[in-house]
């Protein structure tokens, strides 16, 4: 089991380098363009290239890259260019914010998805209607659209709840939950519509198995078949669900904070794509990578627990 | 000779026509095209130029002019609406294309050749899976410039593990089957093997996944312009959502509209690909488990007069639903057994041996119903027992050793666990006491080493130490009735006399009845004092195993002992003529 | 090379990686023999029908085809008589393409190998299923319309279509029904008789090769233990694992059943 955790923990590793040194070589290419783009058109030829040369831009790539990974290994991911601070800082804000929404989103997820799935998966019939159409309605709606469609609804209609804006939990516990609704429900809903309907096809998988005719013909009740052997056995596929749909959840958060003007991570990257500063998209690819590396640690430690093919391997 | 046909189960329509023959493939065709009718005539039904701004227009409710108003510019949204359909198509087919094109092809090399191709290809389709899309996207928004082309290229690129794992996983699924094998020792090229026999099986898994892959795309694309980073100039849903948006507060009805049409089209994507795997899975099976009659059964048969019957069944009917009501698949078998007696329970495949015996235990697979006749054990009748009233009877007093001794051990639980929770919960004693008696058993069935056995997970002992641990299982109550179902099919035929040696010997010291399912009159004629010989549902022969052996009564029984191949006279051996010269 | 032997395994050897799943398997075929082969899960059987197919590895050893040696070859790089090496499989059901008619299953391999353009190869399919007792109008079928013992004339069928010289038998009964069986083993003699070609026979089931063999050889843990003549082999083994594997197969009779199993008690209580 240890090598097997240590091959998942390499493959972590040069996946943190590799797509790190990718997007370096993609999005410091154009280091002119950016200075162009942060002076607007008014500037001249020489004004761009003076602060081309300001912010390090016209040393070739290489030299580039060399000092940010170096720096990047202590913990320095350098300055960021259209606003004061330096990028771990600015991250260091951004990073719980998201993770408060994406994690919220996740339990949620996992909790509906797992009640749906089970009860559709045992039930059949209306329960399995139900997470057809769920699902249908969670891959068809955008997360985008629903949470304009929601702020319509219960912020500007019914007003029971903020448009937009976050409240830290330190600062207020009962406005950080009312502030993470509508945001949380918009991002949940297309994840909850495949998830349940995967947690459905691996329970109906663990059900067929011969061993729970086994089971029942020795006298071991139906609960026990559902909760203790066919759920156990379930859980590999239902792990490799969520590992997908963390990383799913990451992503729609960059839309979604958009739409409720959270200050996250995502919305960092959208203002940071648009105005072309790129030692901040640098740490978001960075801090976005590590994060997904340690969750799917995480879930094959879960696994391997789980699973005694893997852990005796 | 056997020269006639099965009644053929003639269903060969198309695949285009079958789904249009589902309801909500129809609607999902419908729309689709409609669809790419409104793409292709978009300048013909718009009403107006999508980017001819009318100033007094700006957020302008619906009028008879601007059907669906005007939006923050003052555009009519409906011709804006009309012409976005095409940039967002656009869009999503150059993604598919990307993505299809290089995940199948990937896919196909890597599942059919392996080894260091699949590796390689393998890590970095993981690799691209871990990453959150849209942020990659955003990321390389100034690299690859504003046109929204360019980053639904990319994406095509990130969404192609999708397409890469689906036909990987078919291929390497289809490569061990056997007529692959027949398909290249006839001399077939792998090209040829490729195109010919691996297209044709992995063609409409990709055809979903195409389906679905399009309506992602569509979202993200959408996504990405409605966070600004399209191309402000052209006309798209996605783009339109982010006019709606920044007008929200004095214009909301705006973000319907174009909302709406991405919905609409993902979901009909969606459906169209839920109608196509429907006709896949379903096959010739009927549409839907109907909810058939149970005909009630009309007078109950008495119970068995004499106490020494065991169990005794009369004019058993065991039905499935089917696509004309049901299907019977077991009709009308009789048959007693005595106290002590092992029984032998023989026929080809379909007879409904085995579904008698599913009958008894009350296991019959999903949809399976008694219809009719008694079942009466010890007294009882099994027909009209509760669920309840079964499960106490399953372990206790019926037991069940099965075919498959690896697939009936839950593989994520230590055997010595699946021997203990039973007994905790038929038997009532405690986990120190289950345990003892556990391992007592274990070594009672001829494992060497009892200890190590009920440590080990399943994957970790052979297939006949399985089916001793499967056999332990089913004795570890001292049940009254064992039915064992084909119990040494799958094992080699040393290990099955040790095994049959084994259920003798445990059948002698506990006094337990048995009934061996079995289609090998070996077996039979090793095993059992009484012997049914079935057909179709029926039994034809019932006699003493002696009598049956000695002088069977029915044709069919003559035929199949006839067919049993014993003591064949060798062939001599003369070169063909041919060869000689 | 006698012309008098048709294929001849010399010292055959198969590793993968630390495992070594044939372990110096020498045997021969004559023309329009059947040699048996036996053996129990694992014993390699299959492996060496593997090798000689082209389908499988070999580490070393010849496999000698009419005086060529052809081992570690693939179908496709084999030339000549070697490409009239032949397939049935054991599993009715997963050897023909579900997607596929009967008669494509049957075209393909005389168009692959050239013998036969698609027009002309589309007339013999009739011959085929004729000699293999399927009805003409099975052609345009597929392979779920037709029980199991129907699937495996097609496949059948599907080796004949190249004229073989040999044809390497996987199992190809033992997933029918016993009638079934019979009636398949039949048709093999039947043949067997009308075209001469010789038989590698692959089955775990002593009587079934008994019936067919003319010589069987009996395979445990990747070695051949003893090969011979079908009567001395399968009726009175000297090696004591044959004695074994003959003794522990049930017969169909109780009273003759009960004399074998107290002489396999008294054998392993022997060895």
Not at chain 1, 11 to 22: E, I, K, N, Y
Not at chain 1, 100 to 113: H, N, R
Not at chain 2, 10 to 18: F, I, P
């Amino acid at each position: 089991m240890i090598k097997y955790l240590l091959r998942r923990l390499a493959f972590g590793v040069v996946l943190v380098v590799v797509v790190s040194t990718l997007t370096f070589f993609l999005v410091f290419s154009g280091g002119e363009r950016v200075a162009a783009n942060i002076l607007g058109d008014s500037a001249s030829s020489a004004d761009i290239a003076a602060l081309t040369h300001k912010l390090g831009a016209d040393r070739p790539l290489l030299v580039q890259y060399g000092e940010w990974i170096t720096k990047a290994a202590h913990g320095d991911l350098g300055s960021a260019w259209t606003t004061t601070g330096s990028v771990t800082e600015i991250l260091w804000r951004r990073v719980p914010v998201t993770l408060s929404i994406v994690g919220t989103a996740v339990l949620m997820m996992t909790a509906i998805s797992a009640v749906l799935g089970i009860t559709a998966a045992v039930l059949g019939g209306w329960a399995d209607r139900l997470i057809q159409v769920v699902s249908v309605i969670g891959f068809a709606v955008p997360n985008f659209w629903l949470g304009l469609l929601l702020i319509i609804v219960f912020a500007l209609d019914l007003r029971w709840l903020p448009a937009t804006g976050y409240v830290t939990f330190a600062s207020s516990p009962a406005a950080w939950i009312t502030s993470l609704v509508l945001p949380v429900t918009a991002l949940v809903l297309s994840g909850i519509a495949s998830a349940s309907q995967q947690m459905r096809g691996a329970v109906i998988d663990a059900l067929a198995q011969d061993y729970v005719r086994t089971l029942s013909a020795r006298g071991i009740g139906p609960a026990s078949i559902l909760y203790r052997h066919a759920l156990r056995n379930a859980m590999p596929a239902a792990l490799t669900v969520l590992s997908v749909q963390f990383i799913a959840l990451l992503g729609g958060a960059a839309i979604i904070e958009r739409v409720f003007a959270i200050p996250g991570l995502g919305e960092l990257t959208v203002r940071s794509a648009i105005v072309g500063d790129v030692p901040v998209l640098m740490g978001v690819v960075l801090t976005m990578i590590v994060v997904v590396v340690i969750v799917n640690i995480v879930i094959d430690i879960i696994n391997a627990w789980v699973n005694p093919k893997v852990r005796l391997s | 000779m056997n020269s006639s046909i099965a009644p053929a189960v003639r269903e060969r329509t198309s695949l285009v026509r079958s789904v249009l023959a589902n309801p909500t493939g129809l609607v999902a065709s419908v729309i689709l095209l409609s669809l790419a009718l409104v793409i292709i005539f978009a300048p013909a039904i718009a009403p107006f130029d999508p980017v001819k701004v009318q100033v007094f227009k700006v957020n302008a409710p619906p009028d008879a002019e601007f059907l669906l108003g005007g939006d923050g510019s003052g555009r009519d949204i409906l011709s804006r609406l009309i012409y976005g359909a095409r940039n967002t198509v656009l869009g999503a087919l150059i993604a598919v294309s990307v993505a299809g094109t290089l995940g199948v092809t990937t896919g196909l090399f890597a599942g059919y050749y392996g080894r260091l191709i699949d590796t390689i290809a393998s890590w970095i389709s993981n690799g691209l899976m871990a990453l959150p899309a849209i942020i990659v996207l955003l990321a390389f928004f100034q690299a690859l410039g504003s046109s929204i082309y360019m980053s639904m290229a990319v994406f095509g690129v990130m969404l192609s593990p999708g397409f890469f794992r689906l036909t990987r996983n078919l291929v390497q699924g289809v490569k061990h089957e056997l007529y692959i094998d027949a398909a290249r020792v006839s001399g077939l090229s792998d090209l040829r093997i490729i195109t010919q026999h691996i297209l044709l099986v992995i063609r409409a898994p990709v055809v979903i996944q195409v389906s679905i892959v399009s309506g992602i795309a569509i979202v993200i694309q959408a996504g990405l312009e409605f966070l600004g980073l399209g191309d402000a100039s052209l006309p798209t849903w996605g783009g339109m959502l982010q006019n709606a948006f920044d007008n929200l507060y004095t214009a909301p009805l705006s973000a319907f509209s174009s909302g709406l049409a991405i919905s609409l089209t993902v979901a009909s994507l969606v459906l169209l690909a839920n109608a196509i795997r429907d006709r896949m899975q379903r096959g010739d099976a009927p549409q839907r488990l109907r909810h058939l009659k149970v005909p009630v059964p009309s007078t109950s048969a008495p119970a068995p007069a004499s106490a020494d019957i065991l169990l005794e069944i009369r004019d058993l009917v065991v039905g499935y639903p089917g696509r004309d009501g049901w299907v019977n698949v077991v009709n009308g078998v009789s048959l007693s057994l005595k106290r002590g007696e092992i029984f032998g329970l023989v026929g080809e495949s379909g007879s409904g041996k085995t579904q008698t015996a599913f009958a008894v235990l009350g296991l019959l697979s999903a949809g399976g119903r008694i219809l009719s006749g008694s079942i009466y054990f010890d007294g009882q009748d099994l027909t009209r027992a509760s669920p309840s009233e079964m499960r106490r009877l399953r372990g206790r007093h019926i037991a069940y050793v099965p075919q498959e001794p690896m697939s009936n051990l839950d593989p994520s639980f230590r055997i010595g666990y699946q021997l203990v929770e039973p007994m905790m919960k038929v038997l009532g004693i405690s986990r120190a006491q289950a345990r003892k008696r556990a391992l007592e058993l274990l070594g009672h069935v001829g494992l060497a080493d009892p200890e190590r056995v009920f440590k080990s997970y399943p994957h970790q002992i052979s297939g006949g130490m399985a089916q001793r641990v499967l056999i332990a299982g089913a004795v570890a109550c001292k049940p009254d009735l064992l039915i064992a179902d084909e119990p040494t099919t799958a094992l080699d035929v040393t290990v099955q006399a040790e095994v049959l040696d084994l259920l003798r010997n445990l059948q002698a010291e506990y006094g337990m009845s048995i009934i061996i399912v079995t289609h090998n009159f070996g077996v039979v004629a090793d095993m059992c004092d009484m012997v049914a010989v079935m057909r179709n549902g029926a039994v034809v022969e019932t006699n003493a195993a002696r009598e049956l052996f000695a002088a069977p009564q029915h044709e069919y029984t003559k035929m199949l002992l006839d067919s049993v191949l014993e003591d064949s006279k060798p062939r001599t051996y003369s070169a063909p003529q041919e060869e000689l010269v | 090379m006698s012309s008098n032997v048709l294929l001849d395994c010399q010292a055959v050897n198969t590793r993968f990686g630390s495992l070594h799943v044939l372990k110096d398997v020498s045997f021969d075929i004559r023309p329009g023999e059947t040699v048996g082969l036996v053996g129990e899960s694992g014993s390699g059987k299959t492996t060496i029908g593997r090798a000689i197919l082209g389908i499988g590895p070999v580490t070393s050893g010849r496999i000698v085809f009419k005086g060529v040696d052809i081992a570690g070859q693939s179908p496709r790089e084999r030339k000549g008589d070697a490409t009239r090496i032949q397939a049935v499989f054991q599993d009715p059901y997963t050897s023909l393409n579900p997607s596929m008619t009967v008669e494509d299953c049957l075209v393909e391999p005389m168009v692959a190998r050239g013998i036969a353009g698609l027009q002309e190869a589309r007339g013999r399919v009739r011959a085929l299923l004729d000699q293999v007792a399927l009805p003409a109008d099975a052609a345009q079928r597929f392979p779920r319309e037709f029980s199991g013992g129907q699937r495996q004339r097609v496949a059948i069928a599907r080796a004949l279509a190249l004229s073989p010289k040999l044809i390497v038998c996987d199992e190809p009964v033992s997933a029918l029904d016993l009638s079934t069986q019979a009636r398949v083993l039949e048709l093999f003699i039947d043949l067997q008789q009308r075209t001469g070609v010789a038989y590698l026979f692959i089955s775990h089931d002593l009587a079934v090769v008994r019936h067919l063999a003319h010589r069987v050889a009996v395979m445990r843990a990747g070695g051949i233990v003893e090969f011979g003549d079908c009567d001395q082999v399968t009726a009175r083994p000297s090696h004591p694992y044959t004695q074994r594997l003959l003794l522990a197969a049930p017969v169909a009779d109780p009273v003759r059943q009960a004399e074998r199993r107290a002489q396999f008690k008294s054998l392993v209580a022997g060895v």
